[in-house]
């Protein structure tokens, strides 16, 4: 949701030149110092590699927060976790290195090969994947058609493994909602899209930027009413005024986390619930995977900008994060459960 226009600006220089910039230069790097500590320190060839390899690492994380400066990141690895993934890939150069001189490449050889092959599954794994802005997506997703979500779910518009995988997170929805909904409770669901896991016509206020989707949803009798916002930190709601409150596969989305949970405190009842589903979303994990590989066929071979921009997923929850971010802004959990192996699924007072 758009907080501050300026947010726009947020890359001070071009993407491209920026990642070849820093791809050369670390590189370059890499390149001298395992050079330089085998030939002047005699070190032994993967040790040097090893070292040069991480010097990489640090150099690529002093260089992309000085010069690029990406605001709409959020949920980064701590400091340990960040060591230990700089480290992984220190060995897994090394090993390549190995590889190539066992196979018989000279050393310099070896080195410049392991470089290529760092360098291109660095822009595969590491750059493309992460790549991401919550505003520019949000400005795609504002036009998108009122049917978006309903086609993700017809195998006749969306390959068999999305349209199950959309279905089932919807019906899922369904379920969680049915589970703690009694007859007369009020729900909201903030972010909503075209709300297609009503499909039991409960009274449900929606609240979401694109406004074709909620006139659809009301027109399928999935919304009693609707709110249309520029930001889901003012929906427009009364205070104390629901029972239940959704956000479901929204809060990956947000900038500003903080302020919009505590709108979901002032409309949520006292003795309310809050029911939220998001990505479980760990490194290497399956959903990372499968909607990395979804966003580069979707967003570099069909043309999808909003899939370029990674559908706006600027947060990464596992469960301790969801866990810590819910605490933190005064809520208690009361269930946490995966599931399909990619999702979070959670209810919290």
């Not at 190539?100 to 090969?113: N, S």
């Not at 629901?242 to 003795?271: A, G, M, N, P, W």
């Not at 043309?303 to 969801?322: M, W």
């Not at 809520?331 to 007072?349: D, I, P």
Request: glycine fraction near 6%.
């Amino acid at each position: 949701m758009i907080q501050d226009p300026s947010v726009l600006h947020r890359i001070r220089h071009p993407a491209h030149l920026v990642f070849l910039l820093g791809g050369i230069s670390g590189s370059a790097i890499n390149f001298a110092m395992t050079i330089g500590l085998n030939l002047v320190a005699g070190v032994h060839p993967l040790v040097a590699f090893f070292l040069g390899t991480l010097a990489n690492q640090l150099f690529h994380y002093v260089y992309y927060h000085l010069v690029f400066l990406n605001q709409e990141r959020r949920m980064r690895n701590g400091p340990v976790a960040r060591l230990a993934v700089y480290l992984t890939v220190a060995l897994i150069a090394s090993g390549l290195l190995w590889g190539l001189m066992k196979v018989g490449l000279p050393f310099v050889i070896g080195v410049c090969a392991a470089l290529v092959i760092l360098a291109v599954a660095n822009v595969l794994f590491v750059r493309i994947t992460s790549f991401t802005s919550a505003t520019l997506a949000e400005v795609e997703y504002r036009e998108m058609n009122e049917t978006f979500y309903d086609d993700q779910t017809d195998t006749e518009k969306v390959n068999w493994f999305r349209a199950w995988f959309h279905r089932s997170r919807f019906k899922n929805l369904t379920k969680m909602v049915a589970t703690h909904h009694k007859p007369g409770m009020r729900i909201a669901d903030l972010g909503c899209g075209n709300v297609w896991w009503n499909e039991n016509a409960l009274d449900v206020v929606g609240v979401d930027i694109n406004e074709k989707m909620l006139n659809y949803a009301k027109r399928q009798n999935r919304l009693t009413d609707y709110q249309v916002t520029t930001t889901l930190t003012r929906t427009g709601l009364a205070d104390k005024a629901f029972d239940l409150v959704i956000t479901s596969e929204v809060l990956e989305h947000l900038l500003d986390l903080d302020e919009v949970l505590t709108e979901v405190k002032r409309i949520l009842k006292d003795d309310g619930q809050y029911l939220i589903t998001v990505p479980w979303d760990f490194f290497m994990g399956p959903f990372f995977v499968l909607f990395n590989i979804n966003c580069l066929y979707q967003g570099w071979v069909k043309g999808s900008k909003y899939h370029r921009l990674r559908c706006g997923h600027i947060n990464h929850f596992t469960r301790p994060r969801l866990r810590r971010l819910l605490a933190k802004n005064g809520f208690e959990v009361q269930r946490m459960t995966v599931v399909n192996g990619m999702s979070l699924y959670a209810v919290a007072k």
